[in-house]
């Protein structure tokens, strides 16, 4: 239903206001019906066009049903290594917790602005729990047509107190059956880095902390003239990806090219992909490919990325076991969380976080 109110969308900050102070999201926008995209989410002409869309190519899809077959072992560091991105298809999490958490999110979207804003920035009782739109909205020069709300996992029942009710239940049982794919990935992809046992050192350092969003973005009046999401790589070891049968996510094909691949909708299948950390950690081996979303002029859409990170308090840089071999060292050892929070305090920027942690001479 389209709230009861008018602005005016010429004024930019009452579309401010409307959005971010009072917690209708570019969702209430969209509701109410605006024709024309408000100034401030114009994006760069560079930001928007992609020159070149290779519909020839694709990432690859990995069916995981063969567990311990070799040939998928491979598969998976070769995608790891090449693209940075694949689709995993039979992976063990039941589909029905898929669906449950992908109407959770309409759940937790559908309420009113006067719930939503409850858990925003300045009003949460924590800083683990976020409602928010765009990116880092303070400090970007063009916002992003995106709604999100963002959990960090600290224990169940911090969970359960913190966490709005509408959706609680269905992420934490998502974050709970991801849990033996997400182990199994990184052993795989430790073993190709030399590591051949993770203990519960390495263990901790993976996967220490975890962070799920859910992400909203609604139908927009003027979608060729800014984003869902800005180019950007992600900064946890890996992000396990639901995505629902809208499409629009597009990762950068050719390094320094303007060549981006989509990566379709498969009804069951989850994303994987690799974020900063495990770049930084296999020295480069592993890569953490650009990606973004296109605003939709049609249909909402919405997807739920688990970040698995390190801790916060961690120092991450390249494994002992990647070097070995002799190999130069890429990357310095950077405190996690001054990585995250340099991440989070600039606008998307393509793949220049990582510029943090590399060794200049
Ligand atoms: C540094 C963290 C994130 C927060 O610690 P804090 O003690 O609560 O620190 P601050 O409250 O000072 O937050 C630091 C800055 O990050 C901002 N921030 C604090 N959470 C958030 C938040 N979920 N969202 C967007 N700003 C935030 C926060 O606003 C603040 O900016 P500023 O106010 O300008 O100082 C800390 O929890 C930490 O190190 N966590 C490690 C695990 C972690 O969260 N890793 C990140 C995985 S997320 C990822 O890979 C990709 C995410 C992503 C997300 C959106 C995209 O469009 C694209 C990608
Ligand atoms: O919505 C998507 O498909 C991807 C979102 C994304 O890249 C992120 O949240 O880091
Ligand atoms: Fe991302």
């Given at each position: 239903m389209a709230?009861?109110?008018?602005?005016?969308?010429?004024?930019?900050?009452?579309?401010?206001?409307?959005?971010?102070?009072?917690?209708?999201?570019?969702?209430?926008l969209s509701e109410m019906g605006i024709k024309s995209l408000p100034g401030q989410y114009i994006q760069p002409l560079e930001e928007r066009l992609m020159t070149r869309i290779e519909p020839q190519e694709s990432i690859p899809v990995i069916d995981m049903s063969k567990w311990d077959d070799a040939q998928v072992a491979n598969s998976i560091c070769d995608a790891a290594e090449k693209w940075g991105f694949f689709q995993v298809v039979n992976h063990g999490v039941p589909l029905q917790v898929l669906d449950d958490v992908k109407k959770a999110t309409y759940g937790f979207f559908g309420l009113p602005a006067a719930e939503k804003i409850k858990y925003s920035k300045e009003n949460s009782s924590s800083n683990n729990v976020r409602f928010g739109t765009s990116?880092?909205?303070q400090v970007e020069k063009a916002l992003e047509w995106k709604d999100y709300l963002s959990l960090f996992y600290v224990s169940d029942e911090e969970a359960a107190a913190l966490w709005p009710p509408v959706c609680k239940d269905q992420i934490l049982e998502y974050m709970k059956s991801?849990?033996?794919?997400?182990?199994?990935?990184?052993?795989?992809?430790?073993?190709r880095l030399n590591v051949n046992q993770i203990d519960e050192t390495k263990q901790s350092l993976l996967t220490g902390s975890v962070r799920t969003n859910i992400n909203y973005y609604p139908i927009c009046p003027n979608p060729e003239l800014t984003v869902g999401v800005g180019r950007h790589s992600d900064v946890s070891t890996l992000t396990v990806l639901l995505q629902d049968n809208v499409g629009g996510l597009y990762v950068r094909g050719k390094e320094g090219e303007d060549s981006w691949i989509h990566v379709p909708p498969i009804n069951g299948a989850i994303v994987i992909n690799i974020g900063d950390a495990l770049q930084i950690m296999s020295n480069?081996?592993?890569?953490?490919?650009?990606?973004?979303?296109?605003?939709?002029?049609?249909?909402?859409?919405?997807?739920v990325p688990i970040f698995v990170n390190p801790r916060p308090q961690d120092m991450i840089g390249p494994l002992p076991e990647t070097?070995?071999?002799?190999?130069?060292?890429?990357?310095?050892?950077?405190?996690y969380s001054d990585y995250?929070?340099?991440?989070f305090r600039k606008a998307h920027d393509g793949k220049n976080t990582v510029d943090f942690a590399k060794i200049t001479n």
């Open positions: 709230p009861a109110i008018s602005i005016s969308l010429n004024d930019s900050s009452d579309v401010t206001d409307f959005v971010i102070k009072q917690g209708h999201g570019v969702k209430g990116f880092t909205p991801s849990k033996f794919l997400i182990d199994h990935l990184l052993q795989v992809l430790m073993k480069g081996r592993y890569r953490s490919v650009e990606h973004r979303v296109t605003a939709n002029g049609s249909s909402n859409r919405i997807s070097l070995a071999n002799g190999e130069k060292p890429i990357y310095k050892q950077v405190l995250v929070k340099h991440f």
